[in-house]
């Protein structure tokens, strides 16, 4: 006869995570006490606002095979794999990198909402602004001051709308052209990143600076990076720039956790009609031609712009708006896209030293 521990692993082994689109036996998430009372559903990204739902389906589908058993569901997010060269950083578990081929196609803003969005989920999260053509984190997030140091070489990052925010923003003029060359300013960021004191964030997301040159190139060389995120609009040329980024980060074996399509549509507000004003379906043959998955497509739509130009991006401002929504959809699946990804062996590895006896 099967036993109730055994006869719950096999349900929960065909209910499947809607964010992971894997079920809980194989993303190894389910717990289950031995006498079958007790089932743990343990998650690895942040699901404040999910984790009702995903106890009534997992509730739902024990009934439906006529068990029972007190379910909890709660998030552990741990560190994943960076780049096979680097290692994590000790105080940040996982960097997200939003990145896009070319400038102005929202990627700031994307980078902004996502990491309110992660934080509302209940994760621990910081914004490094590494866009050195146009740092806008500081402006978006209504991050004033500059950062402080307590012993003159580590910044303590300024805190706003819960997040722990740096920028390179903070250390450059902006009134002056960015002439630096790539090392230099992959060198910069570097130490933007490590010498900033993050206090044990669940995600770092980086604004990365728009692009697919060498600086770009350098800089997913050497910031480990657990995943990127690909910000683009429905023209073709922008198109055409996020499949170099795509590229990019592939060839240095950065996870691609999905592509975002920015300013899709243009739904007009006096007669809600939709107008597809730069093309139509480019992400999604994109996803296809690349296996990349579409984490979402936002309208262009003037409360984006109002909301993040002031200060308080339209996650914080208005969560419930439509866009505030698929900014919350983009980072859940981002979260859980990472949560996917190899995890980071490194501090169970012992480390290896060569003794001339
Ligand atoms: N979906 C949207 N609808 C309307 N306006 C938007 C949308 N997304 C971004 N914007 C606005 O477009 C402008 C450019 O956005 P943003 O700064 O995020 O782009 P970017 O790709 O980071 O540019 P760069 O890399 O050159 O700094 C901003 O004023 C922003 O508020």
Avoid at 165 to 183: A, K, Q, T, V, Y
Avoid at 224 to 250: E, N, S, W, Y
Avoid at 264 to 286: L, T
Avoid at 333 to 340: E, T, V
Wanted: proline fraction near 6%.
């Amino acid at each position: 006869m099967v036993n109730k521990k055994e006869a719950i692993l096999k349900v929960l082994g065909e209910v499947v995570d809607p964010w992971m689109k894997t079920d809980y036996l194989t993303a190894r998430m389910a717990k289950v006490s031995e006498d079958g009372e007790s089932v743990t559903i343990e998650l690895g990204y942040p699901a404040k606002s999910v984790k009702e739902d995903i106890q009534n389906q997992v509730v739902k589908a024990l009934e439906a095979a006529g068990l029972q058993a007190k379910v909890e569901v709660e998030q552990k997010i741990i560190a994943h794999a960076v780049q096979r060269t680097l290692k994590v950083l000790p105080n940040v578990k996982n960097i997200i990198a939003v990145s896009s081929g070319k400038g102005g196609v929202g990627k700031s803003t994307v980078a902004a909402n996502v990491a309110l969005a992660l934080a509302a989920e209940g994760a621990k999260v910081g914004v490094l602004d590494a866009d050195i053509y146009g740092p806008s984190q500081p402006m978006m997030l209504g991050a004033l001051g500059r950062p402080m140091t307590n012993d003159g070489q580590n910044m303590n990052p300024i805190e706003s709308l819960g997040l722990e925010i740096n920028s390179i923003g903070f250390l450059i003029d902006p009134d002056e052209p960015m002439i630096w060359r790539g090392p230099l300013v992959a060198q910069a960021l570097t130490q933007l990143l490590t010498l900033t004191n993050w206090h044990d964030l669940d995600y770092l997301v980086i604004d990365m600076p728009p692009g697919t040159g060498d600086i770009q190139l350098t800089l997913s060389q050497t910031v480990p990076v657990t995943g990127a995120i690909v910000v683009t609009t429905p023209q073709d040329i922008a198109l055409l720039d996020a499949k170099k980024g795509l590229r990019m980060f592939q060839k240095v074996n950065v996870p691609i956790l999905g592509l975002v399509e920015n300013m899709s549509v243009f739904v007009c507000p006096q007669c809600g009609h939709v107008e597809h004003i730069f093309g139509e379906g480019g992400a999604k043959r994109m996803s296809e031609t690349y296996h990349v998955d579409v984490l979402g497509q936002l309208p262009l739509d003037a409360g984006i712009r109002k909301e993040a130009d002031s200060g308080a991006p339209t996650v914080v401002s208005s969560p419930d708006s439509l866009a505030g929504k698929i900014y919350r959809e983009i980072a859940l699946k981002a979260a859980a896209a990472i949560a996917k990804t190899a995890k980071d062996m490194s501090l169970k590895m012992p480390s290896v030293r060569v003794e001339n006896n």
